[in-house]
């Protein structure tokens, strides 16, 4: 279970957010759950999406497909790493230095 930072600007609609980028970038229309929200792509048997306290962040958990083929396994990573731009408002570059940044 990861949690990823939203842009500032780009939590008032949130919610609405994740099942459009999840329809839009994985093309499959999200389960709703008791938290958020659940799909099944590729070689993800399992990706959870829920927003995270004063929605200001997304928590994501993922269960993978182990037995799935290499080229499935990049194409699903492909789709997860423009999920999580598209969700966040942060590219992986930004992303990566945000943790780099914050002391242990």
Wanted: hydrophobic share 35%; aromatic share 6%.
């Amino acid at each position: 279970m990861q949690e990823y930072p939203i842009k500032r600007g780009l939590t008032k609609d949130v919610d609405a957010r994740i099942v459009a980028e999840l329809k839009n970038c994985f093309g499959v229309d999200p389960e709703k759950t008791a938290k958020g929200y659940r799909i099944k792509s590729g070689a993800l048997k399992r990706l959870d999406v829920f927003v995270g306290t004063g929605e200001k962040s997304v928590i994501i958990d993922t269960e993978s497909d182990i037995s799935a083929s290499d080229e499935v396994i990049l194409d699903t990573n492909r789709k997860f790493r423009k999920y999580l731009d598209a969700i966040t408002g942060f590219s992986t570059k930004e992303r990566v230095k945000r943790v780099k940044s914050v002391p242990e």
